[in-house]
């Protein structure tokens, strides 16, 4: 992603705010997307199959990110107190 436009999004789909942005954060990346902006979202749900099931219902593009079964904690990495919370 060197080189490019990253928005972190953390998120869960339980949240509601958080579904209620993404038709923002669909537009912004449908927009920008080839002048060089990705999105990266970190879910906070509790397992990785409610989100990849969310993720295909919803036809989500962009690289998603489970905060319990990556390789670090990206939610304290980033000092997220509440979600929503994006970074760019």
């Known amino acids: 992603l060197r080189g490019r436009y990253v928005l972190v999004d ?4 339980w949240c509601e705010p958080c579904v209620a942005e993404l038709p ?3 537009n912004a990346y449908e ?3 080839a002048k060089g902006f990705e999105v990266v979202s970190v879910s906070l749900d509790e397992t990785p199959q409610v989100v990849s099931d ?4 919803r036809k989500l593009p962009w690289r998603q990110v489970h905060n319990a079964t990556c390789d670090g904690d990206l939610v304290a990495a980033f ?3 509440s979600i929503p919370a994006t970074f760019l």
């Open 79 to 81: 000092g997220v107190s």
């Open 24 to 26: 923002n954060v669909q």
């Open 31 to 33: 927009a920008y997307k």
């Open 54 to 57: 969310f993720v295909r219902a």
């Open 10 to 13: 953390f998120w869960a789909t």
